[in-house]
């Protein structure tokens, strides 16, 4: 079974800086996508960005220049760097493994951008 752990999120205030990290355990197959979504009260979850296990990355308009996604392939592991944050970006941020056409989701981790 494949597990999903989001950590790093947290209260920041508007302008900072927050680094998330998402470690996946369980049999996983080497040839994935790992990506970070987010779900703010009241609207559908979103993507933020995503990156395959060849490094290749896609973002969300409203992340490009700020939001920079990576991963280590030893560790099973994705982050996300968010720097420049805005009180929009306040959110539960989801961690998702995705092998062919399987998705696993993490818990969640809340994200609060005050003004």
């Known amino acids: 079974q494949v597990q999903l752990v989001e950590s790093g999120g947290g209260l920041v205030q508007a302008g900072g800086s927050l680094r998330l990290s998402c470690v996946a355990s369980g049999s996983i197959f080497s040839v994935n996508v790992m990506g970070w979504y987010r779900q703010a009260p009241g609207k559908q979850r979103e993507l933020v960005a995503t990156?395959?296990?060849?490094?290749?990355?896609n973002y969300a308009d409203f992340v490009k220049g700020r939001f920079t996604i990576s991963r280590d392939n030893a560790k099973n592991t994705v982050f996300l760097q968010m720097n420049s944050l805005k009180p929009e970006d306040t959110a539960v941020y989801y961690c998702r493994l995705t092998v062919v056409t399987v998705n696993y989701w993490g818990q969640g981790t809340q994200v609060t951008v005050s003004s």
């Open positions: 990156i395959t296990s060849g490094g290749r990355t």
